[in-house]
């Protein structure tokens, strides 16, 4: 990845990793107020995803979680993210959660990639979300959109970040052929650096993945210490997903300009 967005993911890590610690009851009391007043715009405003949210028991997970999640039943929250956000990111960050439920993510995944299929169903929740106008982006984290992705499942987002990663390995192709027709030394050495920069966070996201399936299996660790590791390798993997994404798109669209179009027709630039 480059210097740059290594540097981005370090300080969201230091920023995120600090909010995780013991609760503080009289913030804790503070923040579920928050989160009651965000309910309750939600049921005057957009009934449908009020009453979904009211369903989900609030649970404070300060020690564990360092944003929200859901497991159908339940809403984790860390006290001291949701202290970081606004009424109307609150309603969105219900909504998030409210339709990962809906939507049976949980249960739909199959053999999938459990990291990148999580990123597909981002993209499919936050972009209805947008179109129902729930909420506010949360401006203090990244959110995945994306508005090729409104109207598509999660099964057909996925098939496409995959078609993606494809391509990120077809690029090492072109690049070598642009060397061997004598393009310009500048963009070659553009796209090398994109190149090698992807298959970096490639390499990481399968030793992340090898990580958390060893804990899946270690019969030696269990409860909240396991939860915790698990989570953070999650998060990691997360950040470095959007930093490759990110990174395919905006290296990708330079590159074609700095060739003037010359790069290969069947390589689709999103």
């Not at 597909?120 to 959110?143: E, M, Q, S, W």
């Not at 390995?169 to 650096?193: I, L, M, V």
Request: glycine share 6%.
């Amino acid at each position: 990845m480059t210097t740059a967005t290594s540097t981005q993911n370090k300080d969201d890590a230091k920023k995120f990793a600090n909010l995780i610690g013991p609760m503080d009851p009289k913030l804790d009391r503070e923040v579920r107020e928050l989160l009651v007043t965000a309910r309750i715009g939600m049921l005057l405003k957009t009934s449908f995803f009020g009453n979904l949210a009211t369903r989900l028991k609030l649970v404070n997970a300060d020690e564990w979680c360092p944003t929200a999640a859901t497991d159908g039943r339940n809403f984790y929250y860390n006290s001291r993210f949701i202290k970081m956000l606004s009424t109307k990111e609150l309603e969105f960050l219900f909504g998030h959660e409210v339709l990962h439920c809906v939507y049976d993510h949980f249960g739909r995944r199959g053999d999938r990639d459990p990291q990148l299929w999580n990123i597909a169903n981002d993209y499919c929740v936050n972009a209805d979300l947008k179109k129902h106008r729930v909420g506010d982006f949360i401006t203090c984290v990244p959110c995945l959109y994306d508005s090729k992705y409104e109207g598509m499942s999660s099964e057909e987002v996925y098939d496409d970040l995959y078609e993606n990663a494809e391509k990120m390995a077809q690029t090492r192709g072109s690049a070598r052929k642009a060397a061997r027709e004598g393009r310009s030394a500048e963009a070659d050495k553009f796209n090398e650096e994109v190149v090698v920069n992807l298959d970096g966070a490639r390499r990481q996201m399968s030793a992340l993945t090898r990580q958390i399936r060893a804990i899946e299996v270690d019969p030696t660790m269990k409860g909240e210490d396991k939860r915790k590791q698990m989570m953070e390798l999650v998060r990691q993997q997360v950040a470095v997903a959007k930093g490759a994404n990110e990174l395919y798109r905006n290296g990708a669209k330079a590159l074609q300009e700095k060739r003037s179009g010359s790069l290969d027709p069947s390589m689709d630039v999103p």
